[in-house]
């Protein structure tokens, strides 16, 4: 089945703990990216990746890092984790030439 | 950078009847519209999007119109039903920048049976 993939899923952690989010797709899309959604604010991207080792700063980059060593996969990392970060992460991703870009299942981060 | 609002925040319909959802984009470069269906506990899915060069399109129960010169679009979903009940989210895009979608803030929709 194509898909993409998060974990975890839930998250609780506490301010200061580095963590990281996976993502992982198996449709051999070229882009992927990520947003953290907000109530009233909808989607806002963070980073996203055209390809493996291209990566660039979405709308709202401030404390986050991602890497793109493998096509499938696209992690987000938060070396210093604060409690404005606690949000509804997605990752999502598409193929070269197409706009339908393919949501994961989502990632509600709590931190305290 | 492009900005898109999005009205109503909730709209509550009663099932067979319409909803309209709208929205304003500021960047008239922008040349892609699509709509995003979100449903409790998952990502959003694609229903429908529109290019600029397009005023309208239509599948099944939905339809999109764009108004280019006002620069807003809007999304209508006739006969709703209850499983028309999610969140939707409007973005728009200028294409050559690659797929850099800016989403607007969201309309929680219920259809009551």
């Known amino acids: 089945e194509a898909q993409v993939t998060q974990n975890p899923r839930y998250l609780i952690t506490v301010t200061g703990k580095k963590l990281t989010v996976t993502c992982s797709q198996n449709?051999?899309?070229?882009?992927m990216s990520w947003y953290r959604q907000d109530p009233g604010l909808g989607l806002r991207q963070i980073y996203y990746?055209?390809?493996?080792?291209?990566?660039d700063k979405g709308d709202v980059p401030e404390g986050y890092k991602v890497s793109r060593k493998e096509k499938r996969n696209f992690p987000l990392i938060l070396e210093s984790p604060s409690p404005n970060q606690t949000s509804l992460y997605f990752c999502?991703?598409?193929?070269?030439?197409?706009?339908?870009?393919?949501f994961g299942p989502g990632t509600r981060l709590t931190v305290t | 950078g492009e900005n898109v609002e999005q009205h109503p925040s909730t709209l509550s319909v009663q099932e067979g009847d319409s909803a309209v959802i709208k929205c304003t984009y500021s960047d008239s470069a922008s040349n892609y519209f699509p709509w995003y269906k979100q449903e409790l506990g998952k990502g959003p899915q694609l229903i429908i999007d529109?290019?600029?060069?397009?005023g309208e399109k239509k599948d099944q129960r939905i339809a999109v119109t764009l108004n280019k010169t006002a620069k807003h679009f809007s999304l209508h979903i006739t006969e709703t039903q209850p499983e028309d009940s999610a969140v939707y989210f409007c973005a728009a895009d200028l294409l050559a920048a690659g797929n850099k979608l800016t989403f607007g803030g969201g309309t929680r929709v219920l259809v009551k049976p």
């Open positions: 449709m051999n899309h070229e882009y």
């Open positions: 999502a991703s598409s193929a070269s030439g197409t706009l339908e870009q393919y």
């Open positions: 529109i290019r600029s060069n397009v």
């Open positions: 990746s055209m390809n493996v080792e291209v990566t």
